[in-house]
């Protein structure tokens, strides 16, 4: 049995929940209450109330912490997977360091445009024009979205890495296939067709509230650069979402 395992009170999965469970339910009490996390001021020992107004605060905090981890640790859950695949691609990254990592996206997108390029010039196979352009439009999108990415991961502190690293990261996924459709015809039914049902389903089901989808409906058409715009808009704060999960993750079980 492994010494988290050990200190979490269980061994296996029960063990390692309980642990993170009571590590973010002490965080949170710390919040408002000092020496809350036990071990970590194993010298003074953990605070306890005393009089009847901080035993009433004590305990309505705990309780209300209680019920926020019924919602965060899911999110936790979310967190540890996605720095578990973080951390792989952050090992390339400081491996191969920036230059090397922007090189790599450079030399595979390079190397599919290209190969479009020749192909289009062949005659026994008909692939236009413009199917060659959206490749490389979409290689530059997306090499440069990696090479911002990996320049914030390895330059900036979590704040950065939160706020910056993660979006970059989710816009060098979602943009390179928007905007190679907006220049191939051919990829509209496989890319901006499900876009289009996606943002209809939003507005009905999402951003009802306040008429937003109203607004929106009345000023702005799903049509053009405003797909792009439409996933720049969603990778952005999806990048926060699961930068945030990861931060919370390392609170719940911090990285050894």
Aim: glycine share 12%; hydrophobic share 50%; aromatic share 10%.
């Amino acid at each position: 049995m492994s010494t988290r395992s050990r200190r979490g009170g269980g061994g296996g999965m029960v063990g390692a929940i309980r642990a993170d469970l009571q590590r973010l339910h002490g965080a949170w009490m710390e919040l408002v209450f000092p020496r809350q996390r036990g071990r970590g001021h194993s010298v003074m020992g953990k605070w306890k109330p005393e009089t009847v107004p901080q035993k009433v605060g004590y305990h309505g905090w705990s309780a209300l912490g209680k019920i926020g981890l019924v919602l965060l640790y899911p999110l936790t859950v979310i967190g540890l997977a996605t720095r578990y695949y973080a951390a792989k691609l952050d090992s390339t990254r400081t491996r191969l360091g920036i230059v090397g990592v922007t090189g790599v996206a450079l030399l595979g997108w390079g190397l599919l445009t290209i190969a479009w390029g020749a192909m289009s010039y062949m005659e026994q196979v008909d692939i236009p024009l413009d199917a060659v352009l959206a490749v490389a439009a979409a290689s530059v999108v997306a090499t440069v979205s990696t090479a911002i990415a990996a320049t914030f991961s390895k330059v900036g502190g979590r704040g950065v890495t939160v706020a910056l690293a993660y979006p970059f990261a989710m816009t060098a996924l979602f943009l390179p296939p928007v905007v190679a459709a907006l220049v191939t015809p051919s990829l509209h039914p496989y890319v901006l067709d499900p876009s289009y049902e996606f943002a209809v389903w939003v507005l009905d089901n999402v951003l009802f509230v306040g008429n937003i989808n109203g607004y929106l409906r009345a000023n702005f058409q799903l049509e053009g650069a405003a797909y792009a715009g439409m996933w720049l808009g969603i990778s952005i704060p999806l990048g926060w979402f699961l930068g945030s999960v990861v931060a919370l993750a390392n609170l719940a079980r911090p990285s050894e």
